[in-house]
């Protein structure tokens, strides 16, 4: 009845079985078969850190002030090793009134 949960099910199924290719090919279908918005946190369970990194910058882009969004960005700069622009990012963060909001 719910897509999106089978399909992140069926992701995490094939990751633990380690067959990636089949949980890509997942992916895939729910794309071209049932119109799934797909969410972030399946392009890093599929280690396709550039990906789920563009992803999250687009949500960013929407929602400039969801934290959520910004960690996304900061593990996949991580698993990637953009140590730079993590960097940036943190020091961005730090200083932004984002991590005064729960004052």
């Not at 280690?47 to 959520?68: C, G, I, L």
């Amino acid at each position: 009845t719910n897509p999106a949960g089978a399909i992140e099910a069926l992701i995490s199924i094939n990751n633990q079985l380690q067959q990636p290719e089949a949980a890509k090919g997942i992916l895939v279908f729910s794309q071209q078969h049932h119109q799934v918005e797909l969410k972030e946190s399946w392009y890093e369970k599929l280690f396709r850190w550039s990906d789920a990194r563009e992803a999250y910058e687009r949500k960013q882009m929407e929602d400039p002030q969801n934290v959520e969004w910004t960690l996304g960005r900061m593990r996949c700069q991580h698993a990637l090793g953009e140590w730079e622009q993590l960097c940036s990012l943190a020091r961005e963060v730090w200083n932004s009134d984002r991590l005064q909001d729960g004052e």
